[in-house]
């Protein structure tokens, strides 16, 4: 009995996050479907538990109590109780200083080119490793004198005193390999807490020579600030995955 209850729990809470979409805070979005087939699995697993336990209970009182695990088993239920009070966090700004932020490496340009960006009705939405990439490696200079929009959280750096860094993280399978892509949004009026998630209208701030060419850490990568709201929602789709 104990442990289909147990088998029961983790199903619901793996069901849930898929759900609610909070598995997008561990996981790439592509792995919806095995996780909602591995939550399928174990609540299935824990009906057959718990019909054999209770036909055991019906059939064998004695042998049942027997089958019973230690009560001090039930401790690991302890971490799941966490997983179904605790909203699901996902990496923020004590993860992105503690790792190396990731550079964009050089890639060849499609034969036809980067599209170009018409930002003539509006900002136009970009990644942040789109944005990285053509800061970096573009020759054209696709992003001068546009406007753009990115989403990310804040971090904040001492050596930005009017700013802040943009931060989202790239993941290739999970949370665990994350890694921060950075850009360095200046002229930022008001102070925002760490790990606030924003929106912001930003332009380019090309280097001084025009261009990297270089493999040089992404916050060398800078933008000046339109516009910057707070987003209250944060989306359940908050990694990259450029990979």
């Known amino acids: 009995m104990g442990r289909a209850g147990l088998m029961l729990v983790i ?10 979409g909070g598995y997008g805070w561990f996981v790439q979005q592509r792995m919806m479907i095995p996780i909602a087939i ?3 699995i174990i609540l299935v697993f824990a009906a057959v538990e718990l019909v054999g336990a209770y036909r055991q209970e019906g059939s064998d009182p004695e042998g ?5 695990g230690p009560t001090v088993g039930w401790l690991l239920a302890a971490p799941l109780l966490v997983l179904i009070a605790v909203a699901p966090t996902g990496l923020g700004a004590t993860a992105a200083r503690l790792s190396e932020p990731l550079s964009p490496t050089e890639e060849l340009p499609p034969d036809d080119g980067l599209p170009e ?3 003539s009705e509006g900002p136009v939405e970009m990644r942040v490793y789109e944005f990285l990439t053509r800061a970096l490696w573009d020759d054209t200079a696709s992003l001068t004198a546009k406007r753009v929009v990115l989403e990310g959280l804040v971090v904040n750096d001492p050596q930005i005193t009017d700013g802040f860094r943009l931060t989202r993280f790239a993941v290739s399978c999970c949370a665990a390999d994350g890694l921060p892509l950075q850009v360095g949004v200046h002229g930022v009026s008001e102070s925002f807490d760490d790990d606030t998630w ?3 209208v930003v332009v380019w701030r090309p280097p001084p020579e025009g ?3 270089s493999a040089d850490a992404p916050e060398v990568v800078e933008a000046d600030v339109i516009e910057v709201e707070i987003v209250e929602n944060p989306p359940n789709d908050p990694y990259e995955t450029p990979f």
């Open 198 to 200: 924003v929106r912001a």
């Open 117 to 119: 960006i018409d930002d």
């Open 11 to 20: 199903g619901v809470i793996v069901m849930r996050l898929v759900v609610t």
């Open 211 to 213: 261009g990297y060419r």
């Open 38 to 40: 591995a939550g399928v």
């Open 64 to 68: 049942a109590r027997r089958s019973v």
